[in-house]
Structures are given as C-alpha cells and as structure tokens.
C-alpha cells in the first residue's frame, strides 16, 4: 500500500525528510525550507470532482505524475523528490504540497483536470509550529490550520 497523503509521508519517512531541510534558527522562531529554499507550509487544496472520468483520464494522461495506486499519484522532481500528492476519494480531489508555492505550481500543472473540479477550500499548517524544545520536529504534534476560501 502506498502513501496518499503528506501526513503519511511525514510520519513514514520523516527522519529522511528532515536531513534536505534547511533549518535556520533566531531568536523567535526556527524557519524550516524546503529542498526549493520555500518556507514550508504543509499546503491542501480540496476540490468537488465534477466528472470523474475527465479527471482521472487528464490526471493520468499528465506525464509528470506517477500513479502510486488507484487514484492516489505523486508528482516527482527530476531528484526524486516528491512535490506534492494528490488523491481521488469519494467525489474529492485533494492536493498536498509542503509549500504554497508548490500548491501553486500543482495546480498550474493540474490545469486540466480541475476544469472538471469545484474549489471548496485551500488549508494551510505552519511546519514552525511543530518545533518543540531544542529544535526537535514532532510530526505527531496536533496542529491547527490555516483555512483559506479562495484560489491562490
């Protein structure tokens, strides 16, 4: 079985993940980046499918994506490095990144497919909030999102 969802990324390979982070520390927070240098933000788009059929078929007729299981596919950089993950459950569509530039990016590439989509709600979680003492990243840490209703 595969991984459908940046959580389960996160709590499957999360020690991997965090040796291409850059962390930098100050006096008030610790900033976490990506391997693109972007501030990470575990970012979620949500969408109705509309057609099913036109959604699936553009998803995988997109030559970017990886079908890691029926309906669940990732999106690899030429490194290997998953992007983002985007799942077809029970007549939603979700789009997870670890960043709003990377939600973004999926969404330009995704163009097609969420023609055939309605927009409900984009969510983001700040990854500086899961810092606890000394610096430690606790994936399993409960964090509340940010939701926002409208495209980026």
Known sequence: MGIKNISQYLK???GEVLNYLFIASNSKKTIIRNTDGELMVISRSEYIVMDYNNVIKNLRDT??????????FEWLSPSN??????GLKKGKLII?????ERLAKTKKLLKKALKYCK???NEFEDVSERIGDFGVFNIFKESPRIKEKKNL
């Open 119 to 121: 927009f409900v709600k």
């Open 81 to 86: 490095t998953v992007l983002a993950f985007i």
């Open 96 to 100: 997870e990144c670890n960043s709003r």
């Open 12 to 14: 499957l390979r999360g």
């Open 63 to 72: 030559k970017e994506l990886k079908e890691i299981e029926k309906n669940n």
